[in-house]
């Protein structure tokens, strides 16, 4: 008689669980937790690309979206559903770097999408910073009812690694590589043709400053893989000084690539130094052009 009534009492759970849409669920190799009340969701997972993908290791500068696939329970309006998407990530002190209060504050005439299909994307850059880890956390809402659904998920953020650093007595914030054109940071050194890069310095400190003025030189190096000399700038600052809030805020010197016949890999060097003191930084990436 006590299996039988264990019995009974499992499924009357299984009916209350489905019918108030409540859920818990965790991804283990990832780490993203989801919890339901009141709305449901038949897959939630990471995309890069158009690609699903399966880690929260991001290198700065990269874009993915969190999606949510088939999710139910949304009161309808004449087929029409109204929901409500809350994004922000705290840092390892707790503090908030990144919010939005509403992504879908737009569709004031609702969604007829069937079966529901809701998107957030994330792009790991400033006010993230590499070297760090956050908490993502979404929250989405009905907002003709009481349904909830909320994912979080803990994420790393590292450097670009096939960006080289030396440095003597200079520490920054980041160095990446960054498309005008795109428009977004360069996470896999693939630069296009006529696309105008910029190689971003952000945060340097360790120049010698004379009444808030600092006096660098700025070089570039660039050579294709058979040692042709693609670009030689020995200074592209010249004997002016520049504002050290302006040098420490950003530096971003730019190249093009126009000659198509350029070989692959090609290798670019921008070096930093003080012209009062021995401190310098130089980074080397090498970029594929295509």
């Known amino acids: ?17 489905c019918e108030f849409r409540k859920s818990v669920n965790k991804d283990l190799v990832i780490g993203l937790t989801t919890k339901g009340d009141g709305l449901s969701c038949d897959n939630v997972y990471l995309s890069m690309n158009e ?6 290791t991001f290198t700065y500068g990269e874009k993915f979206y969190l999606n949510f696939e088939t999710i139910e329970g949304f009161k309808k309006d004449a087929d029409r559903v109204f929901p409500g998407m809350q994004l922000f990530v705290i840092d390892q002190a707790g503090d908030t770097v990144l919010i939005y209060n509403d992504l879908y504050a ?15 994307y994330l792009t790991v850059a400033k006010p ?6 956050y908490v993502l956390y979404v929250t989405i809402w009905d907002k003709r009812g009481e349904g909830t659904f909320t ?7 590292i450097a670009n690694k096939q960006i080289e650093i030396e440095s003597s007595n200079v520490s920054y914030d980041e160095i990446y590589l960054f498309s005008q054109e795109r428009e977004v940071p360069i996470t896999d050194n693939n630069v296009k043709y006529d696309e105008t890069v910029n ?41 002016s000084g520049m504002e050290f809030s302006e040098l420490k805020s950003q530096i971003a010197p730019s190249f093009i690539f126009t000659d198509s016949d350029i070989k692959n890999p090609v290798t670019c060097e921008v070096t930093i130094w003080d012209k009062k003191s021995e401190s310098r930084i ?9």
């Open 1 to 17: 008689m006590k299996i039988k009534v264990l019995a009974i009492v499992m499924s009357l759970f299984t009916i209350v669980s």
């Open 51 to 56: 690609e699903k993908i399966r880690r929260n």
């Open 106 to 120: 737009d569709y004031t005439d609702g969604i007829t999408i069937s079966p529901l299909l809701l998107q957030t």
């Open 151 to 157: 994912a979080k998920m803990d994420f790393d953020v």
């Open 128 to 133: 993230i910073h590499s070297n760090n880890t």
């Open 199 to 239: 190689m971003i310095f952000e945060g340097l400190e360790g120049f010698r400053e004379e009444n808030g003025i600092v006096f660098i030189g700025l070089a570039m190096n660039i050579k294709d893989s058979e040692g042709n000399l693609i670009l030689n700038e020995d200074d592209l600052i010249g004997e």
């Open 282 to 290: 130089k980074a080397i990436a090498t970029l594929h052009v295509e």
